[in-house]
């Protein structure tokens, strides 16, 4: 099993141009989230899905779309990038509740918006 | 909303010796409480857990201890090792969302 992955590893975008992180999870895990992560602020949850077809706002949301048309793919959209989208960014997923919480984490997306 | 504070943002040990941190939350409702270690430039992975109806858990040189009723939970690392030096993160989770403390960094001296 790959786990958790995301693609690309890195990426450099100017002001106002759009693109697409893939998350993609071979765990058969219903819940899907999207972090980003910026120096000393920890992680901050921007969406996140409970299963195909739905998605959710967490606490970061603004700029961002989603979407779940697939249960093991989870895709965040930046629609016009802003250097304040400058961050790391990581796919996670899960079981539903009732199997247990334990979030795994893909290994990071690192975005620089110039 | 939940709000999760961790403190402190950065520990400096010598090896051998124990390490504490400690994380609040806001939300009497929150359940779980992982923690996550993340080394330089890799993905976090979760190092141990716990639930809201266990005060104590512990797995080899790591526990953690949770007070619901002042709403504290705390990570120890007993004899520490230079390979310990990472950073550790808090959470806390209602309703399957994480919600993450701002991070430790935790330095192990030989």
């Known amino acids: 099993n790959a786990g958790v992955t995301q693609t690309p590893k890195f990426r450099v975008l100017k002001t106002g141009q759009s693109m697409t992180l893939l998350c993609a999870q071979d765990?058969?895990?219903?819940?899907m989230y999207w972090y980003r992560q910026d120096p000393g602020m920890g992680l901050r949850l921007i969406h996140y899905?409970?299963?195909?077809?739905?998605?959710a706002k967490g606490e970061v949301p603004d700029g961002y779309n989603v979407s779940r048309l697939k249960k093991q793919n989870f895709l965040l959209g930046l629609e016009s990038a802003a250097p304040s989208q400058t961050s790391v960014y990581f796919c996670?997923?899960?079981?539903?509740?009732?199997?247990?919480?334990?979030?795994?984490f893909g290994p990071g997306t690192r975005l620089l918006v110039l | 909303g939940e709000n999760v504070e961790q403190h402190p943002s950065t520990l400096s040990v010598q090896e051998g010796d124990s390490a504490v941190i400690k994380c609040t939350y806001s939300?009497?409702?929150?359940?779980?409480f992982p923690w996550y270690k993340q080394e330089l430039g890799k993905r976090p992975q979760l190092i141990i857990d716990?639930?809201?109806?266990?005060g104590e858990k512990k797995d080899q040189r790591i526990a953690v201890t949770l007070n619901k009723t002042a709403k504290h939970f705390s990570l120890h690392i007993t004899e520490t090792q230079p390979e310990d030096s990472a950073v550790y993160f808090c959470?806390?989770?209602?309703?399957?969302?994480?919600?993450f403390g701002s991070g430790t960094r935790l330095l192990v001296r030989p």
């Open positions: 996670a997923s899960s079981y539903s509740r009732d199997r247990g919480e334990t979030q795994y």
């Open positions: 765990m058969n895990h219903e819940y």
């Open positions: 716990i639930r809201s109806n266990v």
């Open positions: 939300d009497s409702a929150s359940n779980y």
């Open positions: 959470a806390a989770s209602l309703s399957y969302k994480l919600i």
């Open positions: 899905s409970v299963g195909e077809g739905t998605t």
